[in-house]
């Protein structure tokens, strides 16, 4: 029988982009003392699962677009080669919003193939099968398109029968279909490189309705892959949650999946509870009659006896009082609750605060 070269691999010739320049302002405060897609989730920052999800997909350069403070990525990520990657940086010194990132890049591209990604969601769509369909479609940019139960909350992109985009719509209350844009796409060189240099340019108000006005393809990849945009506390909690437990994919999990994740060091008495997906950092302590349920502890945090921390973070070095009670809670790096206090859904506590034994209720209960 005839032999044929084996076929390339699309992954390992094409450019990573990830996109981490947000300010986070939605999950102030904790992101007051590190970038959003630093913060840890699951046992490391949560960029750490979307490189080693680019480190599987066959992909190795992958370059970082950064602005908020720039430096924290390099100095945790280096040079890339502990992941198998080759990273590089490129620091955004004015906001230029989504294109116009991709466009500041495009000097530090390699191959004519781009995968970019947004550096805030959490996603089990495989981009080799995203690069796929973007040659197959030979398409100017490709699309990563989910579907949701209520896509109101979006703007939606209806496609036609061969994966076409037709069209990018705001939000309204009755969208004409349930795709949404899941922000990560697949760029053809030429594509970057028509993005106007210098100045801000969105791809979803100016580049893509561009593309679709000129005549140029753009398709979608519809998957039902997991997704999740993780830019508010009760979002980030899901999200952390969900890797712990194995809902949400990576090769990047310090542990085997299950109800908690206790990183080494971490003490956790064992009369207290830890589950719902739960991760305890580094030197944090559990203490005996304590429940932490749905939550993030980072490093060096003390949950202390008889506390209940529900669907809350608490933040490095943070104190939780002894019978305190935290539902739907954020706490800065620092921050110390007294004992027998009450903080109940959407209470942010901002770094170094300290609040009295009994110094916040929501009840008359003592």
């Known amino acids: 029988m005839p032999e044929f070269p084996a076929e390339p691999n699309i992954a390992a010739d094409a450019d990573a982009v990830v996109l981490v320049g947000g300010k986070g302002t939605r999950l102030r405060p904790l992101t007051l003392s590190a970038p959003k897609p630093m913060l840890p989730t699951a046992g490391v920052p949560f960029l750490t699962h979307l490189l080693s999800r ?11 677009g950064t602005s908020y403070r720039a430096e924290v990525f390099a100095e945790y990520f280096g ?37 970019v990604f947004n550096g805030d969601i959490l996603s089990g769509t495989d981009p080799a099968a995203l690069l796929h369909a973007h040659r197959d479609a030979a398409a ?18 209806p496609t036609d029968a061969a994966g076409r985009v ?14 949404i844009n899941a922000g990560c ?29 000129s005549g140029a393809r753009l398709h979608g990849f519809v998957d039902s892959s997991y997704w999740l945009d993780v830019g ?25 999946p299950g109800e908690r994740l206790v990183l080494d060091g971490a003490s956790v008495s064992s009369e207290a509870i830890v589950d719902g997906g739960s991760s305890v950092g580094v ?16 490093d060096g945090a003390r949950v202390e006896p008889g506390a209940v921390v529900t669907d809350s973070v608490v933040g490095r070095n943070a104190r939780v009082g002894a019978g305190s009670v935290l539902r ?37 209960d003592v």
């Not at 890339?80 to 990132?101: I, N």
């Not at 037709?166 to 795709?179: G, I, M, S, V």
């Not at 800065?332 to 506590?349: H, M, N, Q, S």
């Open 185 to 213: 796409y697949v760029f053809s060189r030429d594509v970057v490189d028509a993005i106007p240099a210098g100045r801000p340019v969105s791809v979803e108000r100016e580049t893509f309705p561009g593309l679709l006005e």
């Open 140 to 157: 100017d940019v490709t699309l990563h398109l989910v579907k949701v139960a209520d896509p109101s909350r979006f703007g939606s992109v």
């Open 283 to 298: 030197s944090a302590v559990i203490e005996a009659g304590a429940r932490v349920s749905g939550s993030v502890v980072f």
């Open 54 to 64: 680019i480190r599987a997909a066959g992909m190795r350069h992958v370059v970082l």
């Open 79 to 115: 040079d890339g080669s502990q992941l198998g990657l080759e990273l590089e940086y490129v620091v955004e010194t004015e906001p230029l919003d989504t294109a116009g990132a991709i466009r500041n890049v495009a000097d530090r591209l390699r191959g004519e193939r781009a995968v």
């Open 328 to 364: 739907g809670v954020v706490l800065g790096d620092d921050v110390v609750v007294g004992a027998g206090c009450e903080l109940l859904d959407g209470a942010r506590v901002w770094p170094g605060v300290a609040i009295p034994d009994g110094g916040i209720r929501f009840s008359t």
């Open 166 to 179: 037709t069209a990018f719509l705001e939000k309204t209350p009755n969208p004409p279909t349930d795709q």
């Open 232 to 256: 508010t506390p009760a979002a980030y909690l899901q999200g952390s949650a969900d890797l712990v437990r194995g809902i949400a994919p990576t090769p990047a999990l310090p542990g085997e």
